[in-house]
């Protein structure tokens, strides 16, 4: 079933489902057509939502997927914003930008993958639905891809010049932003120029200033293609520079990002087949430190880290009719090198690699099929990922004591290297709409090998690949991959007037990587792990382990489009995450919520009146010290005013009330500058105004 998405302010800002306009005549079967403003597809295995759709709310796109169905965001700096999917985050969940993965330069995941795709470049944000399908790469659960604006071959040979321009501002941290694509094109070539820069001051919020929240970032590229030799050639580079950017709930702030991207794809057809080759090439440099953005602390604990990763990567894919459907057949491998190591910037003898010269290499092959297998339209996936992974010599400087020398000592002379075998298979299946509704059903079984700071990490720091919870940790060579069992249902409904796309979900997840007590005596200070732990301030370090979990909940976008121009929309969410081994949660599992906006939709412009309503959560990890956290409402007005063709103005005001708002996945602070004490949860922003235009031609 393939239903298109005409988006629309109100609709797509909450990543809704669409209203199928009733002067349509599509094939109900196939399509189903809706009204909301710019065109992207949705069908059973995956939606689109439009970033220009959206109340401006940050420059991360995530911002923007938190607010769809299972959908929420792990707030660690306004450029550091993690995607969290039906209670799953970080380097499990399968994201690209604009079809290209990439390994984070940053052992905190500073740089999470949307770190990458700055709003104004981003034409839209493919989320699959449930499960990422085999073909686009292994990963634990659900996926995405940040799709980037792009200007495309034209029907004429004539050149011709095109652009897709948004310029942005917020007065709640004097922030701007701006930026897209600018090109040219034939039926034979294209030709694009991309680029963006953001840059904004600390937020405010009713009690004062968010310290260690301003940032900026820049962005510029390439992206050309030219059809030859019966198929079509394409080159995408470009450089992103991200400055200085605070991120409280760490131990350091982003002092530089510097990316080089590159990909060269060749798309052709021959005999009936579809091929693609690509290969694509990533490089990040990253420093960050303890005292730029933040009180610095005494001489002696200044701290600066250096940190790179380097991704190489390719893929060979082909796709045909087959047994009554179309098969998708391909190989797809990468190879990345990570590096760290941290220095005091005062003492020359002060030095140490905790994450030494990392490698990880995969090499994968998948088999897709698509077609009807009796009532059922459905997709059938399987692929095979073979993994090996290696660590150089960690080295460290005379000024470090003799407990980490030992740990050093140890971990240089264990066996790094080993390799591992995963498999992913996906079957999912929907029917035909009849009456308005789909019925959908699908069974995984995913897999996710342990990352590199989890099997790696023979010092004990607060490196947590993203976590955030004030805990020391240490890798075990030991992690055995992640392995998801994977069930869901829900339906599709839609009629002329109401839609409505309930899903409830289970994940059984064995082996789940999770910090657990480094021995059976916590707080008794009798290894030298504790001992070098206690020495950074916690005596009780946590050791990545296998263990075992559960996921499930349920959500769902639905709707009403009433009598005249007036229309609501809603986006219910709720997932629980819990161990199956021992009594605890999950740590940051997102709060239940429910997010309504009703929109005033007149012919060339729109008004939306949204509430969006918290849930305490309490149901929180003991083993990571998690704190339970309060519910709150938020109340936000934005409209939409269409110019003209190709001019658009859109502007709102957040948080009407100025609330003080805290969320349970906004981090505790460790900023010492600003308002907020030390230690508790980083608040939401106060009230402020937005305003947004658009340019396409």
């Keep these: 079933m393939k239903i298109r998405l005409l988006s629309g302010a109100g609709l797509v800002a909450l990543g809704a489902f669409a209203l199928p306009a009733a002067a349509q005549d599509a094939e109900p079967a196939l399509q189903d057509v809706i009204i909301v403003t710019g065109t992207r597809p949705v069908s ?61 330069g940053g052992p905190n995941l500073m740089d999470p993958a949307f770190h990458y795709a700055p709003a104004p470049l981003v034409a839209s944000v493919v989320i699959d639905r449930g499960v990422s399908p085999v073909s686009e790469g292994p990963g634990l659960g659900g996926g995405a891809d940040a799709v980037f604006k792009r200007i495309d071959f034209s029907t004429s040979a004539t050149p011709q010049l095109g652009y897709d321009l948004s310029f942005g501002a917020r007065s709640i941290n004097e922030s701007f932003s701006g930026g897209g694509v600018v090109g040219a094109s034939t039926d034979s070539w294209r030709f694009n120029l991309i680029g963006s820069w953001e840059e904004g001051d600390d937020t405010e919020f009713k009690d004062g200033t968010i310290a260690g929240t301003s940032f900026e970032r820049g962005v510029f590229g390439v992206s050309t293609g030219v059809k030859v030799a019966g ?40 005999g009936g087949v579809d091929l693609t080759a690509e290969v694509h090439y990533t490089d990040v440099e990253h420093a960050m430190n303890n005292y730029d953005m933040r009180p610095p602390p005494a001489m002696m604990n200044l701290r600066e880290a250096f940190a790179s990763a380097t991704t190489k990567g390719g893929s060979l894919k082909a796709g045909f009719d087959s047994l009554g459907g179309h098969l998708a057949l391909g190989l797809d491998g990468d190879s990345v090198d990570h590096h760290m190591f941290i220095v005091n910037p005062e003492n020359a003898n002060f030095y140490v690699t905790p994450y030494p010269h990392i490698t990880q290499e995969r090499l994968g092959a998948f088999a897709e099929w698509t077609g009807g297998l009796g009532l059922f339209d459905s997709e059938l996936g399987l692929r095979i990922d073979q993994h090996s992974y290696d660590a150089g010599d960690a080295v460290l400087g005379a000024a470090l004591p003799a407990m980490p020398q030992m740990l050093a000592a140890q971990f240089n002379a ?58 020391i940790y240490v890798g075990d060579l030991d992690l055995k991959p992640e392995t998801a069992w994977i069930a869901e249902a829900g339906f599709d409904f839609a009629s002329t007037n109401m839609y409505a796309r309930p899903t409830v979900y289970l994940r059984q997840i064995d082996d789940y990587i999770q910090g657990a007590p480094y021995d059976a005596t916590p707080g008794v200070i009798d290894t030298p792990v504790e001992m070098v732990a206690n020495m950074s301030g916690d005596p009780t370090p946590l050791i990545w382990a296998n263990v075992d979990a559960r996921l499930y909940g349920f959500d769902m976008d639905f709707g009403c489009d009433f009598e005249g121009p007036l229309r609501i929309d809603s986006v219910l969410n709720y997932v629980r995450g819990e161990r199956r081994d021992i009594d605890d949660n999950l740590y940051r599992v997102a709060a239940p919520s429910l997010t309504t906006g009703l929109t005033w939709d007149a012919a060339v412009w729109s008004a939306t009146f949204e509430a969006r309503a918290v849930a305490d959560q309490d149901d929180v990890s003991v083993t990571n010290s998690e704190a339970a956290s309060s519910g709150y409402v938020v109340l936000s007005l934005y409209g939409d005013w269409q110019v003209k063709d190709g001019v658009r103005v859109s502007a709102g005001v957040e948080n009407l009330l100025d609330q003080v ?3 349970h996945l906004s981090g505790y602070n460790r900023n010492g500058y600003g308002d907020v004490a030390v230690g508790s949860r980083v608040p939401g922003p106060g009230r402020g105004v937005f305003l947004r235009l658009s340019f396409t031609g």
Excluded: C
């Design 44 to 104: 059973a295995t995956e939606s689109a939502v439009n970033p220009e759709a959206a109340p401006l709310t940050g420059g991360d796109v995530t911002y923007l997927t938190a607010r769809t169905p299972g959908g929420a965001r792990i707030a660690n700096g306004e450029l550091s914003g993690q995607m969290q999917y039906r209670g799953l985050f970080g380097e499990r969940l399968n994201l690209r930008v604009d079809g290209q993965r990439l390994a984070s």
């Design 231 to 270: 198929g079509t050639l394409s080159l995408d580079v470009r450089r992103q520079n991200t400055g200085p950017s605070g991120n409280p709930p760490f131990p350091m702030d982003i002092r530089y990002f510097d990316t080089d991207f590159a990909r060269l794809a060749y798309d052709t057809e021959i």
């Design 414 to 471: 264990a066996d790094r290297s080993s390799d591992d075998t995963t498999v992913d298979a996906v079957a999912r299946f929907w029917t035909p709409s009849a009456n308005g509704v789909s019925w959908r059903l699908t069974f995984a079984h995913k897999q996710q090998m342990p990352g590199y700071i989890q099997r790696y990490g023979w010092l004990p720091l607060n490196a947590s690949g993203g976590l955030a919870d004030g805990n």
């Design 661 to 663: 708002t805290r969320d």
